[in-house]
Structures are given as structure tokens and as C-alpha cells.
């Protein structure tokens, strides 16, 4: 109940905060990566993530309950911004701000964890700050006892989401020894297990080795509106060119990200050169950026894709800010695709109805995918039911968010 709906008669000071959940502890853990794999510009042994518990005083079976997050998978752990800077400005905050379900508004904690700080330079705290805010959703959700897809409908999307949402998969990495026909495997496992769009990287290897993997790929996926090619922003500038005119033929589903995000001229000139469709967006890290993308880098609504971060560009309601701007631009929520396959990414793709999910099987260890057991249909997965997003039915995450609830 919000204190809105309490009556006209106010209650006593001490009285409001009564019925309130209070965050009574936040804790973060670092964690890094163990695998050998890389893209155009990035090795992923090298990259780690943090872990948050937000601990509530509403008791539910006889514990706490408490909401969970992690900072996805693509950036370093915010572990410095979390611990020094947002969680003192949470706990400073409670009794925090209400809100109609569930207790505390996430939307408004997140606003609490940004203050007092400039605008701009949005990166060095986009990511802790949408870690700590998905964190919130999972103990609101938990509280108010419905999934996260469905908090994030009613609160952003009319109570509307999508029962099933369309998953593609992001693979095809590159490898020590890793040949084409090893790529081709990878890339027919996938189809074998009921996907039917494929993302395998490129950009890392000579245009003409890129082009022998394409068409690897191509011979276990048949149509080219199947498979789509990441660049990862890491082509020179001198061969993004070469890039366009090799590929434009192939009519692939779409080139993702062929410059830096915040070249839009780049991006651009090569969007004129290409001419098929482009997907960019997954390093922006505020809804300015994704504004400005939307505005000024040539993407055309309907034909190329927006794909941010959920958690790097802020979280839940920094993506609600962002649908609500690029709206403005033309853009629907169809045209966007949440990066980093994992149950956040999966909750605000139904949530807020976008046009698909990205799904990460093997690339990130314990925090790629969905949960356990979810079964692939003709390239859709289905949400589930219980409450919040869901990281409690993946079992080797959970393995390591438990060690936080203990
Ligand atoms: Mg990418």
C-alpha cells in the first residue's frame, strides 16, 4: 500500500515508515572470469563482474528476503563505485522512497545513488548504478511476489508483456586453433537446440579469413537473414569500408556495431556504404547516448537495431527513459534488443516488449543465459512465473549469489 492510498487522515511521523520494507544491508561481490575467448577488441578472460545483495527486513518463509543482481558481462566490476559511493547513498536513504508495489521505488533509489554527481561520464557509474537498481526490482518483485517482467509491464508498458520473446544467440568468438569448420559446428550446435538466428563475431581476423567464416556459418544456417555479424567496434577506421563492401551482399540480418558507439559520423558513412540493416548501442550508458544515437549516427527506425545494455546503460528504469526519448525519434520498442543474454536482459525484453533477447550459451560461464532446463522453441523461450528475475533457478550462478545471502 502507498502511503498515497492511506486516507486523509495523516498518520503520526513515526508512524509512516511502520509498514515500509527497509533495505537493511547491501553486500557486492567481485568475481572474475575464466574463460579464453576474445572478440575484435576484447579478451574475455579478462573481465569480471559484480555481484549485489540488497537485504530487505520482509521476512518470507522465515528469511529475509533478499534481491539479487549482476553487473552483466562486457565492461570491469564497478566494485569501487558500488562499495564507496552507492551503497552508503542507499542505506543514508532509508527508509526509502514508497511506491504502490511492493515497498521502494527503484526508480527513485537510483536517482539517490547518482546524487549528488555532474551530469556527463555517465560509464563510470552507469553499471554499478544499474547493477544496485536491478537488485532493488529483484526485492520488489520477491516482496510483491509476481516476476520481474511483470513489475516492469505495470509499471512502464500498461501491464502488457510477452509471454514468449525470440532469442538469438551470440557466438562464434574467436579461439586459439579455431577453424572455420570448427565455427561452423559451434554454429550448427546452436540451430540443433532449437535456435534460429545466429550472431558469430567478426572484425578479429583479416577481411578475407572474416569472409571464409561468414560463409562457414552460412553453409550450416542456409538463409543469411540468420546469421548476423558483430565487429564489436573493433575494425580500423581505414578498413570499414573494405567491411561494407565485402558484406553488403550477403543480405545478413544485420552488421552490428562496424565503429565506435559515439562515432556518428562513423557509423554513418558506414550505414550509406552498407546499406542493409545495423545494430549498434551496447556501450551507450545513459539515455542521452541512446538519444543521440537514435538522432544523429543515420540508423533508420524500422530497419536497424538499438541494442543497449540493461545494466550498463543503468537498468530498468534508465531503459523505460530511453524507450520514452527515441519514441520521440520514430524508434518503437521493437527495434530494440537488450544485450547480454542473461534473466535481465529476458525480463525487460517481455517487460517492455522489445524485439528480442540476445542469449549467451556458453561465451560467459555461469553468467550467460537463462535459467536451468528453459527450453528452445523455433527460436522463443518462454518467461516464467516465479517472483523476481529469476537467478535462483540458474544453478551455478546461484551457487555463487548464495554465498552473499548467508
Ligand atoms: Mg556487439
Known amino acids: 500500500m502507498s502511503l498515497g492510498s492511506m486516507g486523509a487522515a495523516a498518520p ?76 552508503p547513498r542507499l542505506m543514508a536513504a532509508s527508509p526509502p522512497p514508497v511506491l504502490d508495489m511492493g515497498g521502494f521505488d527503484p526508480e527513485r533509489l537510483a536517482d539517490v545513488m547518482g546524487t549528488p554527481e555532474k551530469p556527463g561520464g555517465d560509464a563510470e557509474r552507469s553499471v554499478g548504478i544499474g547493477t544496485m537498481e536491478i537488485a532493488l526490482w529483484d526485492a520488489v518483485a520477491k516482496i510483491a511476489d509476481v516476476p520481474a517482467y511483470k513489475l516492469i ?7 502488457s508483456y510477452d509471454q514468449r520473446v525470440f532469442c538469438y544467440v551470440g557466438c562464434g568468438w574467436y579461439g586459439p586453433g579455431k577453424t572455420a569448420a570448427d565455427l561452423r559446428d559451434e554454429v550448427q550446435s546452436y540451430l540443433d537446440r532449437g535456435f534460429t538466428l545466429i550472431k558469430i563475431k567478426i572484425g578479429g581476423a583479416p577481411v578475407a579469413e572474416d569472409v571464409r567464416r561468414i560463409e562457414a556459418a552460412l553453409s550450416a544456417v542456409g ?45 554513418s558513412a558506414f550505414i550509406a556504404e552498407y546499406g542493409r540493416a545495423v545494430a ?41 527513459r530511453s524507450l520514452r526519448l527515441i519514441a520521440g525519434e520514430g524508434w518503437s520498442a521493437r527495434s530494440v534488443v537488450p544485450h547480454a543474454g542473461n534473466q535481465m536482459s529476458l525480463n525487460a525484453a517481455s517487460g517492455f516488449r522489445l524485439g528480442m533477447c540476445e542469449y549467451y550459451f556458453d ?44
Not at 523476481?388 to 540458474?394: A, D, I, K, L, Y
Open 223 to 267: 538463409d543469411s537473414s540468420r546469421l548476423a555479424v558483430d565487429a564489436n567496434c573493433g575494425i580500423p577506421a581505414d578498413q570499414i569500408g573494405e567491411y561494407a563492401r565485402a558484406l553488403r551482399g550477403y543480405q545478413l540480418r544485420w552488421f552490428e556495431e562496424p565503429a565506435h558507439p559515439h562515432d556518428f559520423k562513423g557509423i
Open 153 to 159: 509491464a505495470d509499471r512502464y508498458a500498461a501491464g
Open 363 to 406: 561465451a560467459f560461464g555461469v553468467f550467460g543465459g537463462f535459467v536451468d532446463g528453459i527450453e528452445v522453441e523455433n527460436g522463443y523461450v518462454s518467461v516464467g512465473d516465479w517472483p523476481g528475475f529469476g537467478f535462483e533457478r540458474q544453478a551455478g550462478l546461484w551457487a555463487i549469489m548464495r554465498e552473499l545471502a548467508d
Open 280 to 320: 549498434t548501442g551496447e556501450n551507450l550508458c545513459s539515455a542521452q547516448d541512446v538519444l543521440n544515437l537514435a538522432r544523429y549516427a543515420g540508423l533508420r527506425p524500422g530497419i536497424d537495431v538499438v541494442q543497449w545494455n540493461i545494466t550498463h546503460n543503468g537498468g530498468i528504469a534508465n531503459a523505460a
Open 12 to 87: 503520526r511521523s513515526d508512524e509512516i515508515w511502520q509498514n515500509v520494507p527497509r533495505i537493511v544491508e547491501v553486500r557486492e561481490k567481485t568475481v572474475t572470469f575464466k574463460v579464453n575467448i576474445r572478440n575484435a577488441v576484447s579478451s574475455v578472460s579478462e573481465l569480471s563482474a559484480s555481484i549485489v545483495a540488497v537485504v530487505t527486513d520482509v521476512v518470507r518463509n522465515g528469511k529475509p528476503v533478499i534481491g539479487f543482481a549482476f553487473s552483466s558481462t562486457g565492461r570491469p566490476a564497478p566494485t569501487t563505485q558500488i562499495r564507496n559511493r552507492f551503497i
